[in-house]
């Protein structure tokens, strides 16, 4: 983003408002909105780029913490964007405060309400037969998420023609995560330490 593309008061109301209803679509937590993330931000409002993006979350899923703080990064580099990044100084900096306020509040708002309330409810009548069944209606909605989100990301990569050994690792990790009780942590190292020596 151009220093002069900086972005305005409806901007980051709009912002928001999307944040917003991406809250409420965040059915297995909020990675399951980065396609959606994508599209807007990089794709419509090109107030990201790809790298910037795909950056945003693989530095918040390799912190501690919990996955939705990917959303504070994606946040933070909209409004270090807008600022004129690293360069633009306090004003950039303050910026990018902004949008990571902007983005975790909008994320956050509507969905901890409604899990909330949501819980409560059905908690209360956790023995109906349709409360049991919208769990377990859930579970491929949430399996259909995250394969469209790692999708995104291993596209975002570079041609999947050249890039068979980044898909095959993809698949085996796929495999040994769904089989076996090999912890994910080590499959991360493994990925980073192929990733380091080039191989991938």
């Known amino acids: 983003m151009n220093p002069a593309d900086a972005l305005s008061a409806a ?7 999307h944040f917003l209803s991406l809250s409420l679509l965040a059915v297995g937590g909020a990675i399951t909105t980065a396609p959606d993330m994508h599209r807007y931000l ?9 790298a910037q993006f795909n950056a945003s979350i ?10 939705v703080l990917f959303v504070a990064l994606v946040g933070w580099h909209v409004g270090l964007n807008a600022g004129g990044g690293p360069a633009g100084g306090w004003h950039a900096q303050g910026l990018a405060l902004l949008g990571a306020a902007v983005a975790m509040l909008g994320i956050l708002l509507p ?37 469209a989100t790692g999708w995104l990301l291993s596209t975002a990569h570079g041609q999947p023609a050249r890039d068979w050994p980044l898909w095959l690792l993809t698949a085996a990790t796929t495999v040994l995560v769904w089989r076996t009780r090999l912890h994910l942590l080590w499959l991360i190292g493994a990925g980073a330490l192929l990733g380091m020596l080039g191989w991938i």
């Open 111 to 147: 969905s901890g309400v409604l899990t909330y309330s949501a819980t409560r409810w059905a908690h209360q009548r956790r023995e109906l037969r349709a409360v049991r069944a919208f769990k377990a209606g859930l579970a491929p909605i949430v399996i259909a998420l995250l394969m």
């Open 58 to 67: 693989a530095i918040a899923q390799a912190a501690p913490g919990p996955n």
């Open 42 to 50: 990089v794709g419509s409002q090109h107030w990201l780029s790809d």
């Open 11 to 17: 901007d980051w109301l709009t912002l928001w408002l």
